[in-house]
């Protein structure tokens, strides 16, 4: 390389002394603001191409500088980025094993390379909550979303953080905030819901759940859907306890329209009827509604509404009525007995109980009424022989087990309990000789 560099200047120095055999005459060069000089127009080439090297090497040599400068910083950045890093894995990991004054000195560490740093500032505020430091984990998360007022995470922290200190309309006010950074947010959404829910503010849930249910999948539309029902169903239930009877009605009414098996509402709007004095209406929507519905609920209520008004005999002939149109119905013939054994009518309830076939009916609350009648009847062999039903010879001398995380009884013993998958919960139970597993 240096022979061919050799070989280019010498060709510009011939090239040079060409132009110059060829160019003696000489030049007047006027200085701007200073004197004139004469000089040889070789002489004014070679000045020209001095400067214009000039200039280049000073291009260069600032370009040079400053990529210099460039380098030294962003390897001091590299050396930063990989301390904080290498300080932040070692708090993770001290997380991990649950040693928080480590983990705690990690994250400090952090800090001290980078103040700002966001996901430390976090996790220092976590910490401070598993120590119930609350006002520290408050500045910690406060720091955090003053750095980055426009990342959700400090502000979801602070939410948090307001749920566990009960502080609900301040809560309500971060998940504000993050809706204004994400309108979309479904997380936020759902935390709004909830505290809305623990509030009882049902109008306001409302309209979160119409949002919710834009937001979230097809396959779960329909759990949002009924979730959206019952909200509906509670507006106009506190509307009817707060004495708003007209919107009340609106609420039920349209809830029976858009959804004519949900049995609250027509329940809901019987309320409404009796508060406007429509007793007569309320016994026929609810007859009308058991006769298309078949629900076991409205006849309770009706029960309870003719008892109070005195018209036992209008409630025991829509009984009779109910039974003749099912006569297999176990269930309302176990309702009738109940109300004849309320209405101290031993007989009749005696009566229909026993028309119940044992083999297709093994309600327990079948034997226990119709052991209390025959007591009533001072029959004592019938009532034992009902009582007996209740709990069987052959389980007396046997052991139940129950799981005391999920209540659920077992008739054999297990190290795990197979509905809630938990070790070591049994325990013996002797309040009954019936097992549900």
Known sequence: MSKIYIFLILLFLTIIGLFAMENKEPIILKIPFSSAYEMPKIGLILLSLSFGAFFIFILFFIRDTVNLVNRIQLQKRQKKEEKIKEHYAKALNAIIREKLPEAKESLQEVLKEDPEHIDALIRLGDLSIREEDYKSALKYYKKAYE????????????????????????????????????????????????????????????????????????TKKQDEDNKLIGYTYEYGRVSLEQGDISNAERVFSSLIKSNPTFIPSYLGMVEVFISKGEIEEAINLIEKVYNEQKSKILLLRLEDLLISLGDPKRLIQFYLRAINSSPNDSELKILLGRLYYRLEMIDDAIEILSSIDPATCTNPKLNCIKGILYLRRNQINKALSEFKELCPESKVSSINYKCKVCNS???????????????????????GCEYSR
Request: overall charge negative; hydrophobic content about 40%; some cysteine.
């Open 147 to 218: 750095f980055d007022p426009k990342n959700i995470i400090p502000l979801l922290s602070l939410e948090d953080m307001m749920e566990k200190m009960h502080d609900n309309e301040l809560a309500l006010k971060y998940i504000e905030q993050i809706l204004s950074i994400e309108p979309d947010n479904l997380l936020a959404h759902y935390k709004m819901r909830n505290i809305l829910e623990k509030m009882e503010r049902w109008q306001e849930l409302i309209n979160i759940q119409k949002k919710i249910i834009k937001l979230v999948p097809d």
């Open 409 to 431: 009884l077992f008739e054999e013993w297990s190290g795990r309990c197979s509905v809630c998958g938990a070790w070591n919960s049994f325990e013996v139970d002797l309040r």
